[in-house]
């Protein structure tokens, strides 16, 4: 019987129980994980698969050959055995195997691990076929941390026995230590379905706990929930389960199998009834907070159309003051009471709660958000403040901001702003409010203005929080100026080398955004050479190059990607990034090599190999070999079949050719399929519909392409503009023929060939419509 063993050593990702990871261990004797097999069951084994000696003739008086020696008085004549027919290779390699075998459960008994692993590993070697010998060769291996060596003797002993559901288990337990979930899925699948599993046994049950935290960690709900349904049965005497005492016991303290977290897989795969029925198990084995158990419950009632017993146990949630659940209690109250018709109770609702506690932040906010809502300044800044007397939580901070934007206040949102961001790393939660303010020049003015007034009579100093969210406001503005200014205000006042890289990263990046390539190769040239940054500077060195290459300085963005090289020789980006300015730099062939030598040297970086891949297949075809970049990206095809990326770059160079149109159109689908809104694949989606005739239906993914491009040379508008032209409309096609012209004369690049097709176009359209102006 294999115990009951969980299988990650870390918090897991979707339930959040601290899960150990027990595996065959060593405590003197190696745990063995299956039953013993003994010296006299081997040998029998034996016996049955090397044929017997036959009787040799007994040897003549004469016979030299049957010299004899006696050794004591009376004892019978010693002989040599000569066997009547002679065992073949095979049978003495097995009976060699045989003794190498035992060789090493002897070794084993005397904890000699490693001389027992040689012996089973000799044994192997001369028996390739005895199952026996994995079995006890593959925990071995794995305790003694030879784990590829174990992995490849258990596919083997599986690929023996495919039905060995210990060993299937055992894999799969190894590959979700591993993280390599989806082999321990199929793994433990295999091991579930063997048709030697008691499917009503301890062990069968364990294996569907097992699969339920994969199937989990993998996001596949509905499976998660069978398995866990099983579980559920088995525990609560459904189903004619046979659990023994020690895995029962092990499952039911197991987090991962409490009945609170098996009512929330249930409900969110949907199964409400078999969520009510854990809850309340739940309640009765008295495990978990009832207060928290009704908040699930009350979550139930309403997906199931009940929201008057919904409300019922929320509040006891409630009355129980608890605040695990957080914001989500309020949200869920706020969605009851819509459900009720009742949503104007909400705020007095609140309002009594906040009363009786008065110290939880999460409902001050709350009930503030809900007065914002309402347009009731004044009621939501006073709750702001209130929550922010028990707690600094930046969300209040956050919601004063709101407040004072919506008074056209600049000086106290200002400050809110820059309380909000106070010791994190980025603006990222504060976005939504900059970009507020700069959709106003107004208030972007009067928020900046009143930046420049600190530090003027009784207004206070500009702090480093300060100048650096009147910075994002800039840089969110597009103002590089007033960006500038403030970044270098920022930067002077950084509180620490973390604050000052980020400062650094953040403004060199916007300036290469915004085409400022000299700017921002000084900013990343200035953080290279701080000493207190000495950790980045290779980061940094790696940035400038890309400034530099933009700027059309290319043999000083090599000299930048050298100098990091020799801070760190085996990084693959710095390889790839040499290879990259070469290929911008349109010095070709040095690309093709430089991309070639990435791919043998880091074979095992697959980002970085697929880079290389990509851009390949885009030299080669601009070089006019399509054919070759099209079998780069088909064998990227068949290594990942499901990748966006590839199925719309084939898909794209496919319909180009006006070839495989059929299958390119499925495989542009796919892609847009994962990013609906990504303006590459909508323009390929326009291009294959195009290709095939379909000019209506082309039109409205290339319309949407064109709204959704960022950064263009002309081509995007050049499909829309020939699908114009297809459909009749003659002078939409002239309007974004020309914009295209315009787009590709202004391309950091520009492509004469390109060019020259949209002025032959234009020129066309004008001499059939008798129009000779440009």
Known sequence: MVPAQNLFPARHPQYGAEVPFVTAGRTGRRQNWLAPVSAVALLLFLAGTIPADEP???????????????????DDLSVPLVPAKPRTASEQARLEAAAHYMAGRVKESRNDFRGALEEYRESVKLDPEAVEVYRELVPLAFSLDQTDEALKYALKAIELDPHDFELLRRLGVHMAGARRLPEAVKFLEKAAASDRLDQKSSVYVTLQRDLSILYGATGDTEKAAAASEIVFNALTGKGDYTLDFRTRSALEADPTTAFDRLGRIFMEAGKYELAVRAFKEAIEVRKGSPGVLSFHLAEVYLKTEQPKLALEELQKYFNAQLQSRGEAAYILLRDILKSLDRSSELIGMLEGMSEKDSRNATLLFFLADQYLAADQLDDAEKMYQRGLESSGDRKGHLGLAVVYRRRSDPSRLLESLSQAVRGVNSLEGIETELQAIASSEKLFS??????????????????????WVLAGLAAEAEKTDIATEFYRQAIEKSPGPAQLAGLYQEFGQYLLLADEFDQAADVFREAAGN????????????????????GGKTQAALDAVEEALKLVPEHPLLHYQTAWIYYHSRQYDRAISGFEEVLKKFPDQKDIVRRCQYTLSNLYVQQGDIRKGEEILEKVLAEDPDDPSVNNDLGYLYADQGKNLEQAEKMIRKALDSDPENGAYLDSMGWVLFKLGRYKEAATYLEKAVENQTGSDGTILDHLADCYDRLGRKADAVKNWKLALEQAKKASSPDKKKIEQLETKLKGAAETSGDSSP
């Open 56 to 74: 040799a003739e007994a040897p003549r008086p004469n016979d030299k050959g049957g010299a004899t020696l006696r050794q004591q008085p009376g």
């Open 446 to 467: 009067e928020v900046i203005g009143a930046g420049r007034k600190r530090g003027e009579g009784d207004n206070p100093p500009a702090t480093f929080e300060v100048s």
């Open 531 to 550: 000493a207190s940054l000495a950790g980045g500077r290779a980061n940094f060195l790696f940035r400038l190059s890309q400034a530099l290459e933009f």
